[in-house]
DNA sequence: TAACTTCAGTGACTCTTATCACAGAGGGAT
DNA sequence: ATCCCTCTGTGATAAGAGTCACTGAAGTTA
């Protein structure tokens, strides 16, 4: 087990008190992944709660048939409020973690997660605000794809891309196509248009954005 | 301001402490609504969070074009979720509460539940447990508008119908198109194709429902 | 009973998205 | 250069859902 820096979590998370912050380090587990790798895989039994300290995590759901999709991006200094539902439960996940870029995540066993709540204020403030945030992202979601057409999604999509991690979408069309539940075609032609408008430039593997507010 | 039936408390809300109990009784106002009436409406500050002591609400929410849908339903026993979010950031609500049947609501002001989260260990489980509940639900909701059709959607819907209020479905075409996000046109069809396999069988302002599981 | 109002059913048409089929284009690897 | 593989562009077609226009049916009210 590697030695966790406490500079940094004190640093990424800043409103856990002092000696929740002993025993967050003394118990938890740090762990590397790399670019693309799967931190957390759909079906596994969930044991832990997912604190990230460094790089960006995308957290997909899949349900029974198999079907999936991206339920948000997770940067430095946040939890992931689904592996602490999950946990609650013992469930097996029916969520998937996979690393955007190289990251650090620290691994609170489930069942001190569980005690903090009840222990530590600040630890069940930090959890509530989680879960809350998560949920009003889960509703601007919600909201996109009852009411809105992929177009607008592509645009959406776009734009939270870019926020997270510049102007350069390393993306090929297929993989937005799937993430978005659509088809690669549909993809390229709807990027085709945004081009002709001027707000992107297409190449191959990536997508240049220069301005989508102009839309 | 009337008196609450501690009984019904206890009998809805078991898990809770007794010494919060107490307070609950003494600090929170019953509120009776009508069939039909709007508990909570859209663009309120929301100062109370709702605990169901009696009766069905359903609860939409309402984002920034007008658009409207339903979240789930509140039935006895059960907090709303969406109210204690909220809550916690002095926001208007963009949810619409409204009573399927007569209702007795317990309203908890705002300041009072927030302190009992540390206050009350059996509150905090409470919120939490509801969050988790109402997570998962919206997350269900989710798959279905992601990932199936109107079809499905309608099934779904007819289903949780009937759970929380029988197998008489009291409700116009319209009406259902509305939470739906469809067209009356459309759902009459959907339901006449439904009605042909002998699920159910339609009537004049409502529907009865024989079987959804046969379809 | 007659007039009115709200619900429900249906055909015709349009729009969006998905699917199929195929043609290039861009970039390795040999 | 040549081969190969993945990514992208495009037309044709189809399915699902929304819209429009109109008819009839069931209740309600006067």
New interface residues.
């Given amino acids: 087990m590697q030695t966790i820096p406490k500079e940094l979590v004190l640093k990424k998370f800043p409103t856990l008190e002092d000696s929740l912050l002993d025993e967050l380090l003394a118990e938890s587990t740090l762990k590397e992944v790399g670019e693309g790798e799967e931190v957390m895989r759909s079906g596994q039994y969930i044991t832990s709660t997912i604190l990230l300290l460094r790089g960006l995590l995308k957290v997909y759901?899949e349900?029974d048939?198999g079907?999936e999709?991206m339920m948000y991006y997770l940067e430095a200094g946040n939890a992931c409020?689904m592996s602490m539902?999950c946990t609650?439960?013992n469930e097996k996940s029916q969520i998937m973690v996979k690393a955007v870029t190289d990251a650090e995540v620290l691994l609170v066993p489930s069942h001190l997660s569980e005690l903090w709540?009840?222990k530590y204020?600040t630890w069940?403030n930090f959890?509530?605000a989680s879960?809350?945030q998560?949920?009003?992202e889960?509703?601007q979601?919600?909201?996109s794809?009852?009411?809105k057409g992929l177009d607008e999604r592509l645009l959406f999509y776009l734009k939270s891309h870019v926020k997270v991690s510049g102007n350069e979408v390393k993306l090929s069309h297929q993989q937005i196509a799937n993430e978005l539940?659509s088809s690669r075609e549909v993809i390229s032609r709807l990027l085709k248009k945004l081009e002709q408008t001027g707000a992107i430039t297409l190449h191959r593997n990536y997508i240049e954005v220069h301005d989508l507010t102009i839309v």
Avoid: P, S
Wanted: proline share 0%; aromatic share 14%; hydrophobic share 50%.
């Fill in positions: 759901r349900d048939e079907n999709f409020a539902m609650a439960r709540l009840g204020k069940h959890v509530i879960y809350r998560r949920f009003e889960l509703l979601t919600l909201d794809i009852a009411f539940n």
